[in-house]
C-alpha cells in the first residue's frame, strides 16, 4: 500500500510559478510510474503530466507542454511538479499518483492516489 501526500498548492496570480511536490511512503518508490492529475470545478479528472521509473522518460498534456516540468528524487521518494507560466486555466485541484504501469496518460492506470491540493491562479 502507497501513501501520497502532496503539498505546494495555493494562490498565484497569472505569470507566476508554483512547485508542486509529493511524498510517497509504503512501497517501493521506484518501481511506479509517477503522475500528476488534476480537475478543476465541474470537471472530469485530467492528465498533466508522468514520469517513468527512473526518470528517463516523462509525459505531458498538450495545455501544459513547455510550462510545466515533472521529476523525481527515488532516494527521496519525491515527485515534482514546476508550474511556470501559469494561467487561470490551470486552477485546478492536483493529484498525484502511483502506476504499476500501462497508460500513464489514464487515470484507470493509477492504483494509488493523493487527497490533491488546490492551486488558484488569479487573471
Known amino acids: 500500500q502507497v501513501q501520497l501526500v502532496e503539498s505546494g498548492g495555493g494562490l498565484v496570480q497569472a505569470g507566476g510559478s508554483l512547485r508542486l511536490s509529493c511524498a510517497a511512503s509504503?512501497?517501493?518508490?521506484?518501481?511506479?510510474?509517477m503522475g500528476w492529475f488534476r480537475q478543476a470545478p465541474g470537471k472530469e479528472r485530467d492528465f498533466v503530466a508522468a514520469?517513468?521509473?527512473?526518470?528517463?522518460?516523462?509525459y505531458y498534456a498538450d495545455s501544459v507542454k513547455g510550462r510545466f516540468t515533472i521529476s523525481r528524487d527515488n532516494a527521496k521518494n519525491t515527485v515534482a511538479l514546476q508550474m511556470n507560466s501559469l494561467k487561470p486555466e490551470d486552477t485546478a485541484v492536483y493529484y498525484c499518483?502511483?502506476?504499476?504501469?500501462?497508460?500513464?496518460?489514464?487515470?484507470?492506470?493509477?492504483?494509488?492516489w493523493g487527497q490533491g491540493t488546490q492551486v488558484t491562479v488569479s487573471s
Open positions: 514520469i517513468s521509473w527512473r526518470g528517463a522518460r516523462t
Open positions: 509504503g512501497g517501493t518508490f521506484s518501481s511506479y510510474v
Open positions: 499518483a502511483a502506476s504499476s504501469g500501462g497508460v500513464v496518460t489514464t487515470g484507470r492506470t493509477y492504483a494509488y
